[in-house]
Structure formats: structure tokens, C-alpha cells
């Protein structure tokens, strides 16, 4: 009886696998586009004598690179180096005779288009960028409407005395060249009257320093105008996209508000039309005007509900004014009902008589405190989650809805300034980024608590909100659900959030304005699930006109490429009055921002694959045959055991017990169920795979778990029966006697288990009480006492350490996670405690070995012939009792690898691989203590059949002692104490290499792979 097999050589594939996959992803690495063109000198090798003279490509800032061409000239007039003709080339009275000659070329049917663009000159890095995005879009809704550069390689730029004379501003003088305006040309690439606007033959663009027009706009933009077109304003249509920001419209209200323009300022802006693309304040906050101090107590409406468009169009007649950008209120309304959908209540549902039907989240909110836009952000959000108005929140700020917590700070946290020297920046840089170690990674970066670096406030700001969250949940029973990062400066944004995502894992953050900035890959660990309320994404949607160009990097540049469209006429007022009434939400992904708006989908997605026509048909198609081609090689395998290898009938019904069989067939099936439940009731909540925005994928996982855990019972229970069914045929047991259920055996699930000592314990008995106990309604006490009694400790945990919530969208999704998260650690836990309780019933068994020696059938005795001499039945009973545990633990020892294969696809179904899923302390201690609980149960067993080994072995050669002198008897003992230490399979096998050592790295394995498979997804 002694197993003879060879020891087999097992890989560790669990532990190389992931070894592996780390060495292969340290080689592939991620390549960015680097171009190889050569560095140019900056010198001009031939100078430039044109009306449009400054080397500028398309994407250059127009305003940047006509300043720094300003300075040469300005410095060469000083030294009297210029050529002649370059000062009067840079007046605007020389843009004046352009203008002029080119409206006396055309016909009189033709006109020319003076496209005044209005740009944020400030010197920040982030402000040049919005420059040279601006330009690019203007450019490209020119190029959309029929237009194309004159010279693709140079602008012109020309200088006037500023500010105007007629203004008289505390005594301020107008300065020669104080005002630069660049421009440049573009033409009609075909039939004037085939472009837009219709027979218009060329288009001036001139970009306006924003800065020059404050604080008042309006009248200096008149002073342009009647500079640049004067008498020959019949032949030109004048359209100004601006301000560059919300300030820039509050100083043209404020203006208007002031009735500082004259009647010539407003005859000259007659016919005029402004489209805003940049300015996004609500009109309640624009039209805000505080009340007296007299009226403190009554807080009135500004203007009732005026607009903007209504209050410039009335105050000034023939002005045209359009906003072709949704405002704040709209896009903070669209952030709060994305909110809603992820169970962030932001608003407060209340009665008739003011009593709180449901509780609102706590959200925190940071906002910009030194712009106008940052501030009225803030104010907007509170104004929408409580349903007051603007001048409520602004003037009674205690009537503001205390679950919305405002934290301020100031724009620029990184103190970058412009100007610095070379030798300033580079040591600015090594005191930021800190040092690096040996290996090359990065140290925690310095954050000195002097200087103009402000990010050490951003810790304690942190430090304070978590603190303020503790004293929330204290007192309401939850914390902060949300939170709200309200501001135009990216950088700061994403200071922030390396600031608060530590601290807050499980909070939904969320931010206004889209930028290609956050679909980077180097900073997905920040922006990772990142909410954004964006007036626009990257592109238009479809159905609107737009040419095959590369995807804008912002939420302003395509704003600004609708209003360009719209000032051609390209595009319709009511086509960009639709746009701005439908704001986008965005969520980043691994590959990208992904758009969930109405309608959610886009082209190419898993739903559009999974239902495009016939695709349905196909998939049962493809699933049938897996299933035929699974069913036939099942059919074509011989089974050990059975005559003539097993009949067909036989094979099919041990496919049934088949883990391969069940995954190859069952996993498609959930794919596909959960694929329908996604589209057809599910549709808020994306689907997708690894992009770490869809809970789908997890709830696949968590379904094949659950169908695994039901399958490893049923697979565990019919091994088992057929094992005990082969033990007793080979140790002559009679079959057990089936019995009727009686309720006495519930009792014997939780009856002590206890044997007649007071004789030798008869085998066959120790055997039938065993296979009583592994009866159906024994274990179900068993189980159904140990699952009650951890279903209440799981519960008080629960309470304990409250589990945040799910990161699905929609009321469905997150019904439908509930559930099968439910049902998924329902069958974990049954499963767990269904190996434990087999586990610990033959660890009983191996227990009644252990305390004598046994008696065994007389056939069992008679066939030990190989013996010679024949040893009596009380020398074999130990050398039995150990051949009987090792051939029944041979069933019982690997269904410790059943749990542990299920626990690990609930891991894996927690992987940021899949959604923003994070690990709070409640579900680690559940799953930690079912794992060690499940181990312990197997290393008792272990032990138990070592101790029982150590035992026989010492009773055999204890018996070999008593046989001096008989040399026939001491070999035959010998055979046997051998036999015993060759034993090397089910819970005799070494403990390094026993199932529970080895299933221990299957989980970590899996989260090695796991890993492994997140680099090269960022990879690839």
C-alpha cells in the first residue's frame, strides 16, 4: 500500500509568474513623441521687410512673440540701428492703410472682416499657453470657414498711444507705444462668396491685450475702432470674440453700469456683435449688485431676470452681444445631478413646513480667493446646492447650507514667477523636486515653510480638513463624500489633489473645465477617476460642422474655436446657444477622459461592439461552440478507474465536476448576462475594461466567484462521497446503511464527538460516526451556526468601520454591486466555512487514532500476505490507521486551495485595474481573518497526521524491539516503518509543499500579476 509514485519537480509558477512580469515590465518601458529636428541659432539669418515681419509659426502666442520683437526694435531706435521704414511699419496708422487699400481692391459686393480677439496678456506660463491655445483655435475656425493664413510663418505688429486722451483717468497721459496690437491676415481659399461670412474677401485678425482694455473695455475698444476703420466702416464688419475672462465682462457691466460711455463710444459699437467664449459667470453673479446698508435686512434681486445679453443690448443700441459657452450655474447644476447619481445628495430635500427629508453629503469646496471667477465659483455651487439666490449666499453667508464647506486659497500655490534667470530657475527646480537616491527615485520633495512655494499650506489645509471630517462624522455619523476643486490654474489643481487624495481615498473629487493635462499618463496616480464639469470637451460633437483636426487640449480652446465659428457665421446662433446649454461630464481614465454625458455613448465602445447588427446572434453562435468543443474533448478523455475508460454518459457527467469546464462555459455566460444588464438597465455606469472607471468588470469577477464557490461545494461533496465509497472497498467497510431523515440529526451537527474507550475502538465504527457527520444536515448546523455567528460579527464590523460607498454611477449600478457583492461573500464565507468544518471533522477523525490502536476487518488482516512472516492484526493496526488518513486526506487537504481561489478573485475584483475601489479596514479584517482562519484550520490538520505518524512509527519500532531475535518479523517491520516515511501525499506531505502553503501564494501571486498587468496597461 505504500505510494510509490516519484516525487515530481513543481514551478512555483504563483511566485515566478509575477517575478517575471516585474523583469518584463522594467524592460518595456513607455516611449513619448520626441522629435529629432536640430536646435536653430535664434539669430534671423535674412531680415524680414513686410507688413506682417515677426517669425511666428501658427502655435506661437501672437502677443509673446510680438513683445519680444517690440524690445529689438525699441532697443535698435535707441541705438539708431533700424532700417528705414521699421518704426512707421509698427504704427497703427500703417494697419490703418492695409485695412484701407484692401477695402478699396475688393468689389463693392465684397467686404472685409475685422476680427478683433481679445487674450489674457499676463506673463504666467499658464497664461502664454492660453495665448498660443486661443490663437490655434481661432486659426483653425478661420481655416473651417474658408480662410487661410496670408503668411503661415510671420505676424505683424503695431503700437498707439495709450490709454486714449478723452478718458482723463486720474490724470493719466496717453504713452507713445504704450499699446501693442499684432495682427495678421488671412484670405478666402475660394469664391468669396462660397466662405464665411458670404462675400467676404479677406479677415484682419488683431489680438488685443485684455489688460489694456481694463477697466473700461467697451469705450477703448470703440477708440480701436474708429482708429482702424474710421470712414470705411461700410466696407468692414467688426466682431470682437471676448473679454478673455469673466473680470474682463464684469468691467464692460460695471461700465455700462456707470454710464461712462459717451454717445460717439456708442455710435461706434453699433453693428458690432461680441461673442464670449471665455467668460462663464452666471448672469446672477455678473448683474450682483450689494444692497444698502439700509436694506441689510431685505436682500433684493439684482436685476429680475435680466441676462447679460438683455442688460449690454439695452444699454447699448445696436450692440450685439452672445455668449457661446455654458455659464457656472450650468455646469455646477450638471456637477450636482453627476454627483446625485454616485449617492453625493448635494441637495437637501425638505417639506413644506422646512423639516429635512433626506441628509445631504458633507462636500468641501476649494476655490481661488483672489480672482472675481474663483469667488464667484465657490458662491454659484453654494447658490445651486441650496436653492437660494446670489445676493442670500453673498450678503447673509449664515443662511449658507452648512454640509457645504468652503476652504480658500490663493492662485499660484507653487510660486513659479515669470522672469526668473536661468541660474534662479535651476535652483529653483533642485529645491522643489528634492533629491534622488542611489536607485534614482524620488525623495519627498521640500517644502520649505519661507518663501513663495506655498504648498506647505496646502498640508496643513489638509491636516485641518481631516480633522473637521473627524468631527463631522462624530457628530452626523458621516463625513465628507465629495470633494470640489473650483479654479482656472491646473498646476494648483493638481497640487491639491496630491495633497487630499491620501487622506481622503474613498472621497469623489471633482473640478471644473477640461483639460488634456489630466488624461497625461504621469499624472494618473492624481487624476485618476477625477469628476469634470467641462462647457466643452476636447471636440464638438458630431453633428456639428468641424474638419478633421486634432482634438483641442482644453475646455477654452474649443470654446474659442464655437465662437470663431460663430462670429464667421459658420455656425449658427441657435446651434451655440444649444451647445452652451449642454455642458460635458467627464471621468479620467487610463486612456483618456471619458465622456458620460447624454447621450453617454461614444463611438467605438464595448456597448457599440457588443450590439451593433447581429453582433448577438454571433456571440450565442461562438458561445455554442466553445461549449460543443468543451463537451467534445471532455468526451474524448478516458477516466482512470472505469472500464474501458468510462461511457459517454460517464465522461459527460465528470465534465459536470469539472472546474475547466464550468469556467470555459460559465464565465462567457456571466460576461454576456452582465454585458445585458449594462445596457439595457444599467447605461449611467460606462463599460469598460481596464480603463478604472467601470465596476463591471468587478461584478463579472465577483459572479464567477460566486458561480465558483457553488461549483468547489458541489465538486468537494461528490469527491468526497466517491473517495469515502473507494475507502471502503479497499479496508472492507461495509457501505454505510441509508437511514430516513430523522431530527436527531440535526443534533449530531453540534453533538460532541465522542468513541467507547473502554475497549479497543472498532474502525469500522470510527469510520461510520465519521461519514455521519459529513452527512448533509449535520454540516448544514454546522455551517449555518458558524455563517450566523460571523454574519453578526461581520455586521457589527460594518458599524464599526463604515465601508464606503461603491464607485458606480447610477441607482441601478449601485443596487446591482450591492447585491452581488452580497451574494459573492455570502458563498465565500459558506464555501470557507464548508473546507473548514471538513477539515475539522477529520482532524477529529485522525484525533481517535491517536489514543489506541484500532481493530480491522479480518480480510483487511488476511491480505497483508506480502508479509512474511504475517504480522498480527494489533502490529498492522497503526501502519492502517496511517493509510487510511493519508488516502482520506487526499480529498481533504486540497479543498483548502477552493476559498482561496475564490478570496482571490474578490481581490482582484478590488483592483484599481477595474474602478476606483479602495480597501477599507472592515473588508481587509473580514477577508484577513477568513484566510487565517482557513490556514489554521490546515496546518492543525497537518499536525495532526504528523503526531499520528510520530506515533506509529514509535509503535513499530517498539514492536520490532519486542521481536530479538526473530529476524523474519524485524524485516517485515522494517518494510513497513518504511513504507510509513516514503509517505509523501495529502497531509503527510512536507509543510512547504502542502496545498495551503502554496495556495498562500496565490493570492499575493494574483496581486503581483495584478500589478504587472497595471504597467503595462499604462504602457500600452
Known amino acids: 500500500m505504500a505510494d510509490d509514485d516519484k516525487r515530481k519537480f513543481n514551478i512555483p509558477w504563483a511566485t515566478l509568474l509575477p517575478l517575471i512580469a516585474v523583469l518584463g515590465g522594467i524592460v518595456a518601458q513607455y516611449k513619448p513623441l520626441v522629435s529629432t529636428r536640430p536646435r536653430v541659432p535664434s539669430e534671423k539669418p535674412v531680415p524680414v521687410l513686410a507688413k506682417q515681419d515677426v517669425d511666428a509659426r501658427l502655435w506661437q502666442d501672437p502677443i509673446g512673440v510680438a513683445q519680444k520683437q517690440k524690445s529689438v526694435v525699441d532697443a535698435q531706435l535707441g541705438a539708431a540701428a533700424t532700417k528705414n521704414g521699421t518704426s512707421e511699419l509698427h504704427d497703427i496708422h500703417a494697419l490703418v492703410e492695409l485695412l484701407h487699400k484692401r477695402a478699396t481692391d475688393i468689389p463693392d459686393q465684397e467686404r472685409i472682416l475685422l476680427l478683433a480677439v481679445m487674450l489674457d496678456a499676463g506673463p504666467y506660463s499658464e497664461q502664454g499657453e492660453s495665448r498660443l491655445r486661443a490663437r490655434q483655435a481661432v486659426l483653425e475656425g478661420l481655416s473651417e470657414s474658408g ?33 501693442l496690437l499684432p495682427w495678421e491676415e488671412c484670405e478666402a481659399m475660394d469664391d468669396p462668396a462660397r466662405v464665411y461670412p458670404r462675400n467676404t474677401r479677406c479677415v484682419v485678425i488683431v489680438w488685443l491685450p485684455a489688460v489694456s482694455f481694463n477697466p473700461y473695455p467697451l469705450s477703448r475698444f470703440a477708440n480701436i475702432v474708429d482708429q482702424l476703420a474710421g470712414d470705411i466702416r461700410h466696407k468692414i464688419d467688426i466682431k470682437l470674440i471676448g473679454p478673455a475672462n469673466s473680470t474682463g465682462l464684469q468691467n464692460m457691466i460695471r461700465e455700462v453700469r456707470a454710464h461712462t460711455l459717451r454717445t460717439k463710444e456708442q455710435d461706434s459699437l453699433k453693428e458690432i456683435s461680441i461673442v464670449s467664449p471665455s467668460a462663464t459667470a452666471s448672469d446672477e453673479t455678473m448683474l450682483f449688485e450689494p444692497s444698502p446698508p439700509d436694506e441689510a435686512t431685505e436682500v433684493r434681486s439684482a436685476w429680475g431676470q435680466k441676462t447679460v445679453q438683455m442688460y ?98 490663493l492662485r499660484g500655490i507653487d510660486g513659479q514667477l515669470p522672469g526668473l534667470s536661468g541660474d534662479q530657475a535651476k535652483e529653483n527646480q533642485q529645491r522643489e523636486q528634492g533629491q534622488k537616491t542611489q536607485l534614482g527615485q524620488d525623495t519627498v520633495a521640500i517644502e ?32 465628507i463624500r465629495a470633494i470640489g476643486l473650483l479654479g482656472s490654474d491646473i498646476y494648483d489643481k493638481f497640487m491639491i489633489l496630491r495633497a487630499l487624495r491620501p487622506q ?73 446657444e444649444s ?18 454625458s447624454d447621450p453617454w455613448h461614444v463611438a467605438g465602445t464595448i456597448r457599440d461592439w457588443f450590439f451593433a447588427p ?127 431523515f430523522r431530527w436527531r440529526d440535526l443534533g449530531l451537527g453540534l453533538e460532541h464527538w465522542q468513541m467507547d474507550e473502554s475497549g479497543k475502538i472498532s474502525t469500522e465504527e470510527a469510520w461510520y460516526a465519521y461519514l455521519c457527520r459529513n452527512k448533509f444536515w449535520p454540516r448544514f448546523i454546522r455551517i449555518g451556526v458558524l455563517f450566523a455567528l460571523y454574519s453578526v460579527f461581520t455586521v457589527t464590523i460594518f458599524r464599526l468601520f463604515p465601508q464606503p460607498l461603491p464607485p458606480a454611477r447610477g441607482e441601478l449600478s449601485l443596487q446591482f454591486d450591492t447585491v452581488v457583492s452580497i451574494l459573492a461573500a455570502t458563498g465565500m464565507m459558506i464555501l470557507s466555512f464548508y473546507v473548514i468544518d471538513a477539515i475539522q471533522v477529520t482532524r477529529n477523525f485522525i484525533h481517535i487514532f491517536r489514543r489506541q490502536a484500532t481493530k480491522w476487518s479480518p480480510a483487511l488482516i488476511d491480505r497483508s500476505w506480502h508479509l512474511s512472516p504475517p504480522l498480527t492484526e494489533e502490529e498492522l493496526s497503526r501502519y492502517h490507521q496511517i493509510y487510511l488518513v493519508a488516502y482520506r486526506t487526499q480529498a481533504v487537504a486540497p479543498l483548502i486551495w477552493y476559498p482561496l481561489i475564490v478570496l482571490t478573485l474578490l481581490v482582484i475584483a478590488r483592483s484599481s485595474l477595474f474602478d476606483n475601489w479602495t480597501w477599507p479596514a472592515s473588508v481587509i479584517l473580514i477577508y484577513a481573518i477568513i484566510a487565517v482562519w482557513m490556514l489554521a484550520s490546515a496546518i492543525l490538520l497537518t499536525q495532526a497526521a504528523r503526531q499520528l505518524t510520530k506515533i506509529a512509527l514509535g509503535d513499530l519500532r517498539l514492536g520490532r524491539f519486542r521481536q530479538r531475535g526473530a529476524e523474519n518479523k524485524q524485516q517485515a517491520f522494517d518494510e513497513l516503518i518504511a513504507d510509513i516515511r516514503e509517505l509523501k501525499n495529502s497531509a503527510f506531505v512536507p509543510l512547504t509543499q502542502q496545498p495551503f502553503v502554496r495556495a498562500i501564494i496565490l493570492p499575493s501571486g494574483g496581486l503581483g500579476l495584478l500589478a504587472i498587468g497595471q504597467r503595462l496597461l499604462d504602457i500600452f
Open 614 to 740: 447581429g453582433a448577438i446572434w454571433k456571440i450565442i453562435i461562438i458561445g455554442l461552440a466553445i461549449l460543443a468543443m468543451a463537451a467534445l474533448i471532455r468526451v474524448s478523455i478516458t477516466l482512470s478507474g472505469w472500464p474501458g475508460g468510462g461511457t459517454v454518459l460517464q465522461r459527460l457527467k465528470r465534465a459536470l465536476v469539472s472546474t475547466t469546464f464550468w469556467l470555459v462555459c460559465g464565465a462567457p455566460l456571466i460576461m454576456f448576462a452582465v454585458v445585458l444588464v449594462a445596457q439595457y438597465c444599467g447605461a449611467e455606469e460606462p463599460l469598460a475594461f481596464f480603463s478604472g472607471i467601470s465596476i463591471w468588470p468587478s461584478e463579472m469577477l465577483r459572479l464567477t466567484a460566486l458561480m465558483l464557490a457553488i461549483f468547489f461545494m458541489l465538486k468537494a461533496s461528490i469527491d468526497l462521497r466517491a473517495n469515502a465509497r473507494w475507502i471502503g472497498g479497499a479496508f472492507d467497510f461495509d457501505p454505510l446503511p441509508r437511514t430516513p
Open 312 to 409: 449690454l443690448e439695452e444699454a447699448v443700441p445696436g450692440l450685439k452681444f452672445l455668449r457661446t459657452i455654458a455659464t457656472d450655474d450650468v455646469v455646477l447644476e450638471k456637477l450636482i445631478a453627476e454627483l446625485a447619481r454616485r449617492r453625493v445628495e448635494v441637495l437637501g430635500q425638505t417639506t413644506r413646513n422646512t423639516r429635512q427629508l433626506s441628509k445631504p453629503a458633507h462636500v468641501v469646496i476649494l476655490f481661488e480667493w483672489d480672482t472675481p471667477y474663483g469667488r464667484s465659483l465657490g458662491a454659484t455651487f453654494a447658490m445651486q446646492a441650496s436653492g437660494q439666490s446670489i445676493n442670500e449666499i453673498i450678503q447673509q453667508p449664515e443662511k449658507r447650507p452648512r454640509w457645504i464647506h468652503s476652504y480658500r486659497y
Open 147 to 179: 480662410f487661410v493664413p496670408v503668411d503661415g510663418e510671420h505676424i505683424g505688429f503695431v503700437t498707439a498711444a495709450w490709454p486714449p486722451s478723452q478718458e482723463g483717468i486720474d490724470g493719466m497721459r496717453p504713452k507713445e507705444g504704450a499699446l
Open 579 to 596: 451647445l452652451s446649454w449642454q455642458p460635458r461630464i467627464f471621468e479620467i481614465s487610463r486612456h483618456g477622459a471619458y465622456d458620460l
Open 448 to 479: 520649505a515653510t519661507e518663501g513663495l512655494n506655498q504648498s506647505d499650506y496646502l498640508r496643513r489645509l489638509a491636516h485641518q480638513i481631516k480633522e473637521d471630517n473627524t468631527r463631522w462624522q462624530r457628530e452626523d455619523g458621516s463625513g
Open 504 to 576: 481622503f481615498p474613498d472621497a469623489v473629487f471633482f473640478t471644473n473645465n477640461y483639460d488634456a493635462h489630466f488624461e497625461r499618463r504621469d499624472v494618473w496616480d492624481d487624476a485618476h477617476n477625477l469628476i469634470i464639469a467641462s462647457p466643452f470637451g476636447s471636440t464638438l460633437p458630431e453633428i456639428y460642422s468641424q474638419q478633421h483636426i486634432a482634438p483641442f487640449r482644453d475646455n477654452n480652446q474649443t470654446s474659442m474655436y464655437v465662437g470663431t465659428l460663430v462670429a464667421t457665421g459658420r455656425m449658427k446662433k441657435e446651434q451655440a
